[in-house]
């Protein structure tokens, strides 16, 4: 019949669909042995992992000192060279590392120098305000002393005008006199208050200084001990990154040249 396929191109077609299914078939069989064939090589990694662990030498934590060198040179054919290259970077990041904590105590040991700067500083401005402090002393006690002079004085012009029998003329000038030696002692008593007031202002500024003085010194100190800590653990860090190159170097050895090992 007009435009209905032939019986043998239709077989044909299903024969070429059977082998195309076959073949995905086949295909997806060899990317699931792989896929397993993976996992399987990741469980005996994983594996390894932990009996390498189980056989670690407890004081030095080589893993080479009790596990068997033909256990190793295995898993040194199967993904040695991939752990000893990463061993291999875990070394130079702990090398930037313990170099950055160098740095770090490098600044941690400038700003406790900058500290230690600093109060001494403020206690060479403490001196300088405890000087004044003596000084504003002697100077209010002079002029208390020069007021009740003074006073001593325009009392004593009283008595003797009053005793002297002047006239009321001159016993106004004698007390005009007096009321102006009063004034000047009133005067000097307000400059030793200011003396005073302004010597209370320096010994609060002393004690501040003291105290902020104190706090620069303890935080040098707390600066020095980060510093030295920073440098036991940049210390450790190098320590790590020669133990990861010592092993990666062995494990290499291993897998280069496994007749040394057997």
Request: proline share 2%; net charge negative.
């Amino acid at each position: 019949m007009a435009g209905l396929p032939e019986p043998g191109d239709r077989l044909q077609e299903e024969t070429e669909a059977a082998r195309a299914a076959a073949d995905y078939v086949r295909a997806r069989a060899v990317r699931l042995q792989a896929e397993a064939a993976w996992h399987r090589a990741e469980a005996r990694r994983l594996v390894r992992r932990a009996r390498a662990a189980y056989f670690a030498d407890p004081v030095s934590g080589d893993v080479f000192a009790c596990a068997s060198p033909r256990r190793w040179h295995h898993e040194a054919m199967t993904g040695g060279s991939r752990r000893s290259d990463q061993r291999d970077w875990d070394a130079s990041d702990r090398d930037d590392a313990a170099e950055r904590r160098d740095a770090a105590a490098e600044r941690r040991d400038q700003r406790a120098s900058e500290r230690d700067l600093a109060a001494d500083e403020r206690r060479k401005e403490v001196r300088g305000t405890e000087d004044e402090l003596r000084a504003g002393l002697r100077r209010a006690g002079l002029q208390d002393a020069a007021a009740a002079q003074r006073d001593e004085e325009a009392g004593r012009r009283e008595d003797s005008a009053v005793g002297a029998g002047l006239s009321p003329e001159e016993l106004g000038v004698l007390r005009k006199h007096a009321r102006a030696d009063r004034e000047a002692a009133a005067a000097d008593r307000t400059a030793a208050n200011a003396d005073r007031y302004a010597l209370h202002t320096y010994l609060n500024d002393a004690i501040g200084r003291r105290a902020a003085e104190a706090g620069d010194r303890g935080a040098a100190e707390s600066d020095r001990r980060a510093a030295a800590s920073d440098r036991r653990s940049a210390h450790t860090d190098r320590d790590a990154a020669l133990a990861d190159r010592q092993e990666s170097a062995v494990e290499r050895a291993m897998n280069q040249h496994p007749e040394d090992f057997s």
